[in-house]
């Protein structure tokens, strides 16, 4: 019996509490107990950070908030374009170690490139000496005996010795702006200018180099029986006549502070302690004596080492009983340094250290502790986004400091017994273990509220978590005090977020596309802001498969999918339709390409025309495939005695992708072609067809970074498993633009380079380019942005208020958390003219 009741009861218990979770309105009690509603956002997440630390972690979740905490040296703008953020001024100067052309002296090869160059040109040094590169197998493949080998090694390796300069590049800072110095073209200039090749002939360099050898060597009766030898070694050797390393120097703003805690001890007995001018962490102690005992204990400090004790001057907060915070450090280039050397390392244990092994060297000044360069080990353009990455604190993560943590949690030297030379509390205590993952300290405009006293996490898991503005912000502080992200279980994220968000008690709500509709009607409640992501969609041809080498066959079937049905039934309207392979929001995509297109059919068969998007034409579809040598019989395309015949696969679901696949198949048929169409696991989808490469016809979208090097994507030699170039698309030109475009540090210039490689792609078909997507972000019209219009006599900011619909929002790339800052929520809904949405 008890199992027939059971059978009854859990399904009543379990609709109760769905019903309860989806229909959970939280109120203000329940969301704060801030003092009122109009001083904080209040937004939504589906599911519970768990690392702050933005090198270590991995889930969308922590980064969602981590945002808020750190910053970089440069920023993606509204536009999407880089500029200087912690960093004043950057200047991307270039360094070029050049060969001296043989039969060339030094002075008049400095003279060449002075004139070359003018004022691009910063200084040039003398470099060291340069060796022909000899392989020491290629020795014992070419020595007879065992005494040949150790001659011609000495000859091959002593001669000839090159002279190289070092030529440095420079560019005048200017704030708000990155500034390029870099000459990728030093090498083809140059021999323009001499006309001549920096290096001659290997064979002839090698002659060179056995008649300059010392006539004392010469007498050798055994000299002459090696010079082919020699020769032969130095001609499947060589050196590099140019190396590139680019270098950003960056000078940080002044003022720059870190904001550590939160704090619940008493302000005046807790102590940053300070061990040879680094910071070793924080320690509550009654005294500044006790504070310096017990670290110097812990660190096992000899009698030479300088010890000292510091509270924190500045703070905000409740300092009776907390959670208070302090005024860390001032940045300066040693948090940088010490940034990236640790992201190098492998102890650390950073997922995006592959980013940044390019980095050589992070010199830092003594005579302006703002000052720093980074110096990469090749011209690689794109490389300048890595330092948009956040900056990490020096005097949290210095190994002194990292070392107290690690003694502190029985993670020590004696703890784990030990040698002190041997000891390296990296590999003892993981970087993701430490403090910081939970409490870390901040540069950013917030920091976390503890919602659980002092006991970590600091936020609610399952529940919320509250961010408070950073009274210490550098930069210009946010206009409300808190924001509160709800956690919703992901099961039911979407739908107990909309409920909370109709009710008033969250303030930002992310539509779905059968929403956006419902919601623009309803505007005088709320803005209906649509973003498009860097996200697009598309159906993608094998260009390597028979059937679909020929261009024409391609263009017949983009030209056979109606792609305006499948925006307004498919997705709602909800997407923008692209011409080419890229992202509409970011500036690599060429909006102003045209198609140019020669009609073989109807009215206008003969005529070439520009267009915009591929038109929908059945019939030029047939006249395009019957021109490439297909004929029809029975209602069927054949081509030398075979039907055309395509194995299309996809995905399992019901989703968009599948929606338009089916539009496609039903489309194709209707032109005589077979379409074997299936659909499979995701998994098996991706394995078994897309990375084999077995497939004619697959539909799939892009999503990805805001760089504009895509060679994964496009270039020849990426093909699985180099790449994801699964279409086995193939075109020289773009291959070297490709190449050549990651070596430009010119913006305008990547722009127009980057608007070449689309044309030259969009003009090969290799995919029916569908459409970006929106993400479209409904907001409350109790929300306002507050605009800065000028300054008041004392040269203070003037704020005014404006709506989110303004057209300075509305015409930038970046997403709405670009201007969350800058949002204020106001008791009643404002009215606004049609003034102010444009001034």
């Not at 303030?507 to 419902?518: C, E, G, P």
Request: proline fraction near 5%; hydrophobic fraction near 35%; aromatic fraction near 12%.
């Amino acid at each position: 019996m008890w199992i027939k009741r059971s059978l009854v009861i859990v399904p009543i218990l379990l609709f109760v509490f769905l019903i309860q979770s989806v229909f959970w309105v939280p109120g203000t009690a329940s969301v704060a107990n801030n003092d009122s509603r109009q001083n904080r956002i209040i937004l939504y997440m589906s599911g519970n950070p768990e690392d702050m630390n933005p090198w270590t972690s991995t889930k969308t979740t922590d980064s969602t908030i981590s945002d808020y905490f750190f910053e970089g040296l440069i920023r993606y703008n509204r536009m999407y374009e880089l500029e200087p953020w912690l960093a004043e001024t950057v200047v991307v100067k270039h360094e070029v170690t050049s060969v001296v052309p043989t039969g060339m002296s030094e002075a008049d090869y400095r003279a060449a490139i002075a004139a070359e160059f003018g004022d691009l040109l910063g200084e040039i040094k003398t470099g060291d000496e340069l060796a022909w590169k000899i392989e020491e197998e290629e020795f014992k493949k070419q020595a007879g005996e065992a005494g040949a080998l150790s001659f011609i090694a000495k000859l091959a390796g002593d001669h000839p010795k090159l002279t190289t300069l070092r030529v440095a590049f420079t560019g005048k800072p200017v704030k708000g702006e990155i500034v390029s110095a870099v000459q990728p073209d030093f090498k083809a200039r140059m021999e323009r200018r001499l006309g001549r090749e920096l290096l001659p002939e290997v064979a002839t360099a090698a002659q060179g180099a056995w008649d300059a050898m010392d006539a004392e060597l010469k007498k050798d009766r055994k000299f002459e029986a090696y010079k082919d030898e020699f020769t032969e070694l130095v001609q499947q050797g060589g050196v590099t006549d140019v190396v590139h390393n680019p270098v950003v120097d960056c000078v940080l703003h002044k003022g720059v502070y870190w904001t550590d805690g939160p704090f619940f001890s008493d302000p005046d007995k807790t102590w940053i302690v300070i061990v040879d001018g680094d910071e070793a962490g924080n320690i509550v102690a009654d005294t500044k004596a006790e504070a310096i005992s017990t670290v110097s204990e812990r660190l096992e400090l000899g009698k030479d080492a300088k010890v000292d004790a510091i509270t924190y001057e500045k703070r905000f907060g409740d300092e009776e009983e907390g959670p208070w915070w302090g005024r860390g450090p001032e940045l300066g280039a040693r948090d940088v340094k010490l940034n990236f050397n640790h992201l190098k390392d492998a102890a650390y244990g950073s997922p995006r250290r592959s980013s940044y092994l390019s980095i050589l060297d992070i010199r830092t000044f003594e005579d302006n502790r703002y000052r720093c360069e980074i110096v990469f080990d090749e011209l690689y353009s794109p490389a300048l986004a890595d330092l948009t990455g956040s900056i990490l604190p020096y005097h949290v993560w210095n190994l002194k400091a990292w070392e107290h943590e690690a003694v502190r949690r029985g993670l020590g030297r004696q703890d784990l017994e030990i040698e002190r030379a041997k000891y390296n509390p990296m590999r003892h205590l993981r970087s993701r273990d430490r403090d910081f993952a939970l409490a870390p300290s901040y540069l950013g405009a917030m920091v976390l509220e503890p919602l659980n006293g002092d006991s970590r996490p600091y936020w609610e898991n399952n529940l919320r978590v509250r961010l408070r503005r950073n009274e210490f912000y550098w930069n210009r502080k946010p206009e409300y005090e808190f924001v509160d992200w709800f956690v919703f279980d992901p099961a039911l994220g979407s739908e107990t977020s909309e409920v909370v968000f109709l009710g008033g008690g969250m303030d930002i709500y992310s539509a779905k596309d059968y929403q956006v509709q419902r919601y623009e009607a309803m505007e005088d409640k709320y803005y209906v802001i649509k973003r498009q992501p860097t996200q697009y969609e598309y159906i993608g041809f094998n260009n390597g498969r028979d059937v679909l080498k020929d261009k024409r066959v391609r263009l017949a079937l983009s030209m056979a999918i109606n792609v305006d049905d499948i925006l307004k039934y498919v997705v709602f309207e909800q997407g923008q339709r692209i011409s080419g392979p890229g992202y509409p929001v970011l500036p690599w995509y060429n909006a102003e390409y045209r198609i140019e297109h020669t009609w073989r059919s109807g009215e206008k068969k003969g005529q070439t025309e520009k267009l915009e998007f591929l038109p929908f034409d059945m019939e030029e579809a047939k006249a395009l495939l019957i021109e490439a040598g297909y004929t029809e019989q029975g209602g069927k395309l054949f081509k030398d005695g075979k039907p055309l015949k395509l194995q299309f696969v996809n995905t399992t679901g019901q989703g968009a992708r599948q929606k338009s696949a089916v539009l496609a198949k039903e489309r194709w048929e209707q032109l005589g072609i077979e379409v074997d169409y299936k659909t499979y696991e995701w998994n098996d989808y991706i394995q078994r067809f897309i990375m084999a490469r077995n497939f004619d016809v697959c539909v799939l979208g892009w999503s990805g970074g805001l760089d504009f090097d895509k060679r994964q994507l496009w270039g020849t030699e990426f093909t699985p498993p180099n790449g994801l170039n699964f279409v086995n698309y193939s075109n020289p030109e773009v291959d070297k633009l490709m190449d050549d475009i990651l070596l430009e540090y010119d913006y305008d210039k990547q722009v127009e380079m980057s608007n070449k490689i689309f044309d030259t792609i969009a003009s090969d078909f290799p995919y029916i380019f569908l459409y970006s997507p929106y993400s479209t972000t409904i907001a409350d019209r109790h929300l306002v942005w507050r605009m800065e219009v000028g300054k008041d006599a004392k040269g203070n900011p003037i704020y005014e208020d404006r709506p989110l619909d303004h057209e300075y929002i509305k015409n930038s790339r970046a997403s709405w958390r670009f201007f969350e800052p800058d949002l204020i929520r106001r008791e009643e809904i404002p009215e606004f003219t049609d003034e102010q949405k444009t001034r």
